[in-house]
């Protein structure tokens, strides 16, 4: 079976990246299998300069095909942020609940109509001998004024879906991996299937 690697130490990612390509019959791997992969500083100005920078960092370490994804929350109210910063918005330790409690605290009476946001999520494609393909999913929402929902994780309690009615955190995996900026990105890789995998 064909073997892909994410570029990736996030088991929240993990689990949405196996369902893509378990239709595909191509096994995930990830940074979670490996024993001491190496660091990637995520200091790009862009996700997709980060996500570039992760996939060739560990592509080009390893000598095989390698997804990277780095992805974030854009709040139109707080100018985009907290964008590429949006794992470390809290502080260096990078803690969901901690993230979440900083976006309420920083919308405080921001009204409903005002608190429209979207995930964005850059993916990098490194097949070795060759430069980074990379591409941009989005999906837009709105940021809750409190937690709602079990699934997911990061932002997703707090990140409304207009369309569905529903919060990001209460859609099942499969839901959520038809709609997401993670789906919309891997939506566009789709058309390169053949050549990046063959
Ligand atoms: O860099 P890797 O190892 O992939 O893992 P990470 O968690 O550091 O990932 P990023 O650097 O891409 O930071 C993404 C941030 O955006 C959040 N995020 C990304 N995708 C999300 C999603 O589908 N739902 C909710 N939050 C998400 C996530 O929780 C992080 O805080
Ligand atoms: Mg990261």
């Known amino acids: 079976m064909k073997t892909v690697l994410i570029a990736t130490k996030n088991q929240g990612k993990v689990r949405e ?3 893509f390509f378990a239709e595909k019959n191509i ?8 024993e001491e992969p190496d660091d990637v500083i995520e200091d790009g100005e ?3 300069d980060n996500a570039v920078k992760k996939a060739e960092a560990i592509g080009k370490a390893n000598g095989i095909p390698v997804i990277a994804d ?7 109210a707080l100018n985009g942020a907290p964008g590429v910063y949006s794992a470390r918005y809290a ?3 990078k803690s969901d609940e901690a993230n979440n409690e900083k976006l309420l605290r920083e919308l405080e009476g921001v009204q409903e109509e005002n ?3 979207r995930f964005v999520c850059a993916l990098a494609v490194y097949l070795p001998g060759n430069r980074c393909h990379v591409v941009r999913g989005t999906c837009e929402g709105r940021i809750a004024f409190e937690k709602r929902g079990e699934h997911g994780f990061g932002y997703d309690p707090l990140f409304y879906v207009p369309e569905l009615g529903k919060m990001m955190a209460e859609l099942s995996r499969e839901e959520k991996n038809q709609i997401s900026h993670r789906a919309n990105a891997m939506k566009k890789l789709e ?4 050549t990046l995998f063959n």
């Open 91 to 93: 502080g260096s330790e």
């Open 191 to 194: 058309a390169d299937w053949d």
């Open 115 to 117: 608190r429209t946001a």
């Open 27 to 34: 096994q995930v791997k990830s940074l979670l299998d490996m």
């Open 70 to 76: 780095d992805s974030g929350l854009e709040v139109d």
């Open 17 to 19: 990246f196996e369902a």
């Open 46 to 48: 862009t996700f997709e």
